[in-house]
DNA sequence: TTGCGTTAGCGAAAGGTTTCGCTATACTGC
DNA sequence: GCAGTATAGCGAAACCTTTCGCTAACGCAA
């Protein structure tokens, strides 16, 4: 028995949750029509991968609305913060600021967003 | 067919793989003792999966040497780096800082850390 | 040299993910 | 109402990952 939500989505889940995140609650239809422009896969697929999602509780949806209404579970932000939570434990063994530290050192980042990392350091510190 | 170091390393490789960073270069028997510590596994089971991290190219070895001595093909910077880029292109499309702001507000950081990073935040700003 | 523990490898089972074919049902325009 | 199209679901195939049993080869001590 799975661990309930303790499963990072899959690679063709994460997708669908990309899709959804942009999309806003969407039919499978939609979903179907950007899935399908990326990987070439057919309707039933995207409607068995929605049913799995819906069953590992990656996805909810709204039962009354004809054609059936999903969304994604869990935000984009949420969903990002425990990726990272793993790739912490996984490969750093838990210290958070090795990541970040390689995420700034990858060099992408713009004064503006300099600046908001600093901000929010400035918070930190505050309140530990 | 694969495409040549395109994949990332899944759940258990992972796992080895943080082991050959803790270790070194090591012989399947000292790998084994401590993957069989975290979750009871056979040491066929970690002979194959070294066998299958060679074939993918993620681990070398050392045929030289007796027992065989495996390394890490990948530093561990290197691999959170690869990590990093594919959340970032799958959850976040692209935006690099998005991910760092989730990082530091999972707030984890101890003190000294923060100060570490805002050092950083420092020597960035000078660069750019 | 014979026997024993260790190392190495392989094939296939077990388990998870992704794909699709087939079927049923609902909706739409005639 | 009927035919044609879109939606929904299910089981199983195809594929990948992880696990192990079995076997072979090696090294070492009695």
Redesign the pocket.
């Given at each position: 028995m799975?661990e309930l939500g303790s499963?990072q989505p899959?690679?063709?889940?994460l997708e669908i949750l990309r899709i959804l995140w942009e999309l806003g609650p969407s039919?499978?239809?939609d979903i179907h029509v950007r899935l399908a422009e990326a990987?070439?896969?057919?309707?039933?697929?995207t409607?068995?991968?929605l049913?799995?999602m819906l069953t590992k509780g990656l996805v909810k949806r709204d039962d009354q609305s004809?054609?059936?209404v999903y969304r994604a579970a869990m935000t984009r932000e949420r969903t990002a913060k425990k990726f990272l939570s793993e790739l912490i434990e996984k490969v750093y063994d838990g210290s958070a600021m090795s990541l970040v530290l390689q995420a700034l050192a990858s060099g992408k980042a713009s004064q503006a967003e300099i600046a908001e990392a600093r901000k929010l350091l400035d918070e930190m510190e505050g309140k530990s």
């Open positions: 799975r499963s899959t690679a063709v889940e039919p499978v239809r990987k070439g896969t057919n309707y039933s697929t409607v068995k991968m049913s799995v004809t054609p059936l």
